[in-house]
């Protein structure tokens, strides 16, 4: 029994967000007159003296008193005696713990959108100096356009920023207090929960006290930001992992974020970038475990709540860890520019350019220019040369209206150039979005 029945093995992890809420909760006993000043005082007191033992490492949680209220009420009797007793007046493990894990989630919260801000911060740098290096830019894989560096990391640091705008709508709902709510039916006590809610930092108490000890809809919203969050960490690593290969060589890792093999002394194996790549799948796990736990559970309190904190904790340290790998990665890596812009320009990168300039030179319907662009790319490719590279005669014997002008659209250059439109991979349209989120960022 005590091997299942017991969380502190991991919720120990919450004991300053108890300690802060029992703090909270004997302030405001104590002003309301439910207990003295002067338990108050004892009680603020013990729990001082118990978070300096458990900061210092001496303190020693006991697995027969099952989770980290119960350990830290326990302590807090053994030292202080009689108020501490008064402690747990007008209160409950159900509500306390459901207190505890949303003090702890706002925290980890805080430090992850610090993390993602970083992260924004470091892909537009990089992209602000990558702003017109030339890349192919790819649908299915294939080589389409040519874009700039800096444009595709750029479309990372728009996904990260909806994954701030996700933490924060969660951490603004999950901000209220569920201390009150009792064991599930709030309490006969004259207590006061405005002023322990606002002690602890929230925007009001939880309206209802059978919601507020068996909810845990705050948990899964952020499980659900941080699996997305995941999820854009884990294609940029999957595009890391493609970049570094032999095959691609866009960009090269330092030993920092790589490997070599035990045995094949050539390789460079860009290990941070897979395990990136792994931890979504973790944190996928915690948020459909928690999912699965909450689906059909009657209200109010069951102990099946338990199993939201491994979940939380989890995915919480995966995301931290790879938002940091991340980090580092992304201020690591190095581009090969030559080979990047030697492979943009490989796959007749500009056929999209001749067939539009087709229309806009010569009227031609878009789908007849789609037409006789795909005869030239098959002259081009006949005879081994780019469209930059077939001779004008070759290109006249297909539409005679072509002329010298063409060759002005089919470089790499005039082509990234030319796609200014808004969002578009223009150089100059990339340096000023690298530049306008860097000033976001540093404001
Ligand atoms: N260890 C429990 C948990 O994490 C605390 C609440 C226990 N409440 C109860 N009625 N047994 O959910």
Known sequence: MQQINASIGFDQRLWRQDIQGSLAHAAMLARVGIISAADETAIRKGLEAIAAEIESGKFVFDPALEDIHTNLEAQLIARIGEPGRRLHTARSRNDQVATDLRLWLREAIDGLDGQVAALMQALADRAGEYAHLAMPGFTHLQ??????FGHHLMAYVEMFARDRGRLADCRRRLNECPLGAAALAGTAFPIDRQMTAEALGFARPCANSLDAVSDRDFALEFLAAAALAASHLSRLAEEIVLWASPGFRFIRLSDAYTSGSSIMPQKRNPD?????RAKSGRIDGALVALL???????????????????????????????LAAMVGMVRDLVADAARMSGMAAEGFSTATDLADW????????????????????????GRGVSLAELPLAEMQAEEPGITQAVYGVLSIAASIASRNSLGGTAPARVAAAAEEWRRRLAG
Not at 143 to 148: K, R
Not at 272 to 276: K, M, N, P
Request: net charge negative; proline share 6%; aromatic share 4%.
């Open 358 to 381: 087709l229309v806009r030179t010569l009227g031609m319907p878009f789908r007849t220019a789609h037409h006789v662009t795909g005869r030239l790319v098959a002259k081009a490719e």
């Open 143 to 148: 080589a389409a356009q040519p874009v700039t």
């Open 272 to 276: 941070a970038a897979e395990l990136v």
């Open 292 to 322: 699965t736990v909450l689906k059909g559970l009657p209200l109010a309190y069951g102990k099946d709540l338990q199993e939201d904190k491994e979940p939380v904790f989890d995915a919480a340290d995966a995301l931290s860890l790879s």
